[in-house]
């Protein structure tokens, strides 16, 4: 399995035999997703900054709604959420290749994950820290500490140069062992290992 971040929460999840875009973003002068090509797009919410559907090639089927899918042999829970402002925002388990990844890319209910039994046995968690910035860090840690994902990949935070950024906080919060990668994350499921750690990704 591969993983990329282009930038904001838009992701690529690619398998042997397919692919999917969670939450595309708009070109912009720090992003650019370069159009992707995939079977699928997931959204999290209809943010304009995560429903740039046109910014991905071929016929990919559009998911933003709860439910079960299964497209290019890669199997698709949506769960939905209620946030702050009431507003009803999804969140998704994907499951290909044995390896099971949970992506958050807009603040959920912590109590509407919890309800969900089906999120067990996560390898890899997705999460947004901007789109979670209002809920505080050590909130967030509780939250994965409880969903006990391997692998922590950390995406729509703050970029290098500010003074203090949410990653920093996020990585000094969770006290796990961090690792840089270039621009894209591959592991096969007898990789992961029994110890949690924090994969960095530089946008694609």
Request: net charge negative; charged share 30%; hydrophobic share 40%.
């Amino acid at each position: 399995m591969d993983i990329n971040w282009f930038g904001k929460s838009a992701i690529r999840i690619k398998s042997k035999k397919g692919a999917i875009v969670c939450d595309p973003c708009p070109k912009s002068k720090t992003e650019d997703m370069k159009r992707p090509l995939a079977d699928a797009i997931t959204i999290s919410s209809y943010d304009e900054e995560k429903y740039y559907i046109k910014g991905v090639k071929g016929n990919p089927l559009l998911i933003d709604a709860p439910g079960e899918f299964e497209i290019a042999g890669i199997q698709i829970q949506g769960h939905a959420s209620v946030g702050l402002k009431d507003e009803i925002n999804l969140f998704y388990c994907f499951e290909a290749e044995g390896i099971r990844v949970l992506y958050i890319g807009s603040l959920i209910d912590v109590n509407d994950l919890y309800n969900t039994d089906s999120l067990t046995n996560i390898d890899i968690l997705l999460l947004s820290l901007d789109s979670n910035a209002g809920r505080n860090i050590s909130e967030l840690d509780k939250l994965i500490r409880a969903i006990d994902a391997k692998i922590i990949i950390p995406i729509d935070y703050i970029a290098k140069g500010a003074k203090k950024t949410n990653l920093d906080e996020f990585k000094k919060t969770l006290s796990f062992e961090s690792e840089e990668i270039d621009d894209k994350f591959s592991i096969k499921k007898n990789e992961i290992s029994e110890k949690s750690k924090i994969i960095l990704l530089n946008k694609k």
